[in-house]
């Protein structure tokens, strides 16, 4: 019989791996927890920092808030728009890229990568120069124009990724039995990419609604979540804020959940 | 589609033609006038600027910066680092003990950083602040001095940085990880390798490609970042981002934030220039 710390020891070493794996599980997901746990906290001062007792009042009154509402419809606005448009822009590119052989082919790699390793703050503060050298009043749609262009690079990316693996024989084949070029399109091509535009359009929303850096140095006077949250940072912390951050995980979370279960059943059927 | 298909050596170009226009416009066009406004010189009583070709707007930010420029690739390198010992393991215990459960664990690691940017840096707050519980409970371990603070210092710094660029670096290593062939780990073993000389001649090599593009994902924004020295440290702890930051919004002295921009992008392109020769990848990484 070994002792009983030997087998401590040996339990241990055969499972240090999955151990340390829990406890980079739990470094990820800490912080959310405060801030899931904070959102129903019910704090006396202005800053929510310490737990004072629990409430669901400000989940009730999320828009308890002045401003709060108005930044976070002109997120979800600016994303819908942002999100839409870069799609589509980053789609078409990455149909070209993988589907044609043209010349320029290494130049439009080159600037659809730039624009992922340039820093944030890069981005944001040369397209504030373009603008003020125009005389453009920096407001809704100057965020708008930010995020499709910081966008369009991981829509390509995305896109690719699902088209390099995709068969021609198929188009071929559709071809073969007498559909036209837009035929084929829509019943071939489109139904075999959807999941890869889909997950792109999902990043794009996602990456638009929690742009902080960019967005900040073309807003003027419009408020975004974001915005709002580090105006918030330097005065109140409103436990509302967590409210709008959870909504935004768990939504965020659920779609991703959903995409990933409706991949695996389209795969099943394919098969 | 006719049209198309009439001319199909166009169909390539037009489908091009939006989005490449639109990052002409406001990308690479953009960083044009950045350029020529980094050049520029401000009138100290009309606060006017003037294209002068003042290439003095560059050596005068380093003169003056050089503390912040270096703090931040400091402060990049180590939380790069941090995050790669912290990924490593983690992505390849998901890709190697995940089993069918890899994209639900997988979704542990990118979901919390779908909570806001902002938000979970302000939760890093609440975690370290001085009168939170870990504060206290080092204070009672005599780990931490009586009036000795977590919030406020260069650790708590580098740790939001590690924290809020992880995925960065888990999921390319992840892919990398996930697309090595087992068997070949096998074959070293059947050859008598131990599992630490299998890792380091198989499983290693062969995940390189995951390592270099994830210390470059991670890498890049940490260096330019501002938010967390803005709300985890002091001005101590301030990094470029937050001088180009508030030169720009608040101090509106354009040229010199210009400057700093380019010498920002400049640094880390010269830096990526000696990794990729380094490393070798250019075939790797495809």
Redesign the interface.
Known sequence: MRSTPAKVFAFARRHV??L??LL??G??????S??VL?SFNHPHGRF???WQGFTFDNWVHWDAVPGLRGAVEASLEIAAISSVSATV??A??A??LV????RGRGA?NL??F??M???????G??????F??MNVTTGFWTIV??H??FN?SYV?VTVKARLVGFDRHLEEAAMDLGA???TT?WRVTMPLIAPGILAALLLAF?LS??D??IT??NAGTTVT??LF??GA?RAA?FPQ??VV??A??AV??SA??AN?VWQNRRARRLV | MGFLHRHRRLTPYLLLGPGLAWLALFFVAPLGFLGHQSLETQDPIELTYTFKWAWHNYSDAITTYHTQLLRSFEYAGIATLIALLISYPLSYWIAFRGGRWKNVLLLFIVGPFFVTYLIRTLAWETILADQGFVAARLRDLHVLGADGRLLATSTAVVAGITYNFLPFMALPLYVSLEQIDQRLIEAAQDLYASRVRAFLRVTLPLSLPGIFAGTLLTFIPAAGDFINAQLLGTPNQAMIGNVIQSKFLELTDYPAAAALSFILMAIILVLIGIYVRALGTERRTG
């Open positions: 791996l999955t340390y794996a980079a599980f470094y990820l997901l800490l912080p959310i405060v801030v904070f929510n920092y310490t822009l980053g078409l590119i149909l070209a589907r044609y052989g043209f439009t600037l659809i730039l624009p390793s340039t820093p944030e703050i890069v981005l503060a040369s397209l504030l120069t373009l003020l050298t124009i930010a499709v262009m369009i390509v036209n070029e837009w399109f996602a609604v929690d902080f850096v900040n140095f979540f974001p949250v580090w940072a912390v804020i967590n951050g959870t935004i995980f965020a979370v991703m959940l990933v």
